[in-house]
Structure formats: structure tokens, C-alpha cells
């Protein structure tokens, strides 16, 4: 069973930067797709994107996309997310998971909490006006 740890939040003016980072441990890290999702308070855990194992595919949800990137380095078993232009509406827990299920698997990015299994403990971003 894969470790998954999240680090990099913290608070943040709106407009600004963060870089989240999850390390991976236990078991071999690059074969796997890898998400973030985050979850606001009273709100449901949502994809915020997601990168195939081999890294040539992304996904990114409407809300995010053309300011966060996800990336990995399989060498480092870390995967990241940057983020860019943050908004007061990006303020949650955000976590890492692994798509346990889809090692090796091209063309699979899900969408769904319920579809990943393994679950980092998330780590906090606030957004200040």
C-alpha cells in the first residue's frame, strides 16, 4: 500500500502562487495515475486534475484550467500542482490520490473521489482578499 503525503498549502493573497507537492512511498509510484481533488467546507471532494503515469496526459477541471498544472517526477515519486492566479473560491483541503486500479493503463484519467482508493490526508490552502 502506497503512503501518500501532502505538503504545500498554507494562505495566500488572491492573485497569488501556491505549489502543492504529494510524496509517495511504500511501493512503486510511477506506474500509477495520480489526482488531485479538493474539498471546500460543506461541499462534496471534486477533481481538480489528474496525470496519467506515463505523463503525457493531463486533465484539468473547467474551474482550474489554464491556471494550475499538475506535473510528476517519477524519479522523485512526488507529484505536484502548481497553482496560479488563486481565487477565493480555490480555498479547501486539497489531496493527493493514486489510481490504484489503472497501472500501466494509457488513456484513463478518472473523475470520481469514489474511483481512487488512496488517499493522502490533504493539506490546507486559504485564499485571502
Known amino acids: 500500500q502506497v503512503q501518500l503525503v501532502e505538503s504545500g498549502g498554507g494562505l495566500v493573497q488572491a492573485g497569488g502562487s501556491l505549489k502543492l507537492s504529494c510524496a509517495a512511498s511504500?511501493?512503486?509510484?510511477?506506474?500509477?495515475?495520480m489526482g488531485w481533488f479538493r474539498q471546500a467546507p460543506g461541499k462534496e471532494r471534486e477533481i481538480v486534475a489528474a496525470?496519467?503515469?506515463?505523463?503525457?496526459?493531463?486533465y484539468y477541471s473547467g474551474s482550474v484550467e489554464g491556471r494550475f498544472t499538475i506535473s510528476r517526477d517519477n524519479a522523485k515519486n512526488t507529484v505536484y500542482l502548481q497553482m496560479n492566479s488563486l481565487k477565493r473560491e480555490d480555498a479547501a483541503v486539497y489531496y493527493c490520490t493514486e489510481d490504484t486500479t489503472s497501472e500501466l493503463v494509457s488513456g484513463v484519467l478518472r473523475r470520481q473521489s469514489r474511483e481512487y482508493d488512496c488517499w493522502g490526508r490533504g493539506t490546507q490552502v486559504t485564499v485571502s482578499s
Open positions: 496525470i496519467s503515469w506515463s505523463d503525457k496526459s493531463t
Open positions: 511504500g511501493r512503486t509510484f510511477s506506474s500509477f495515475p
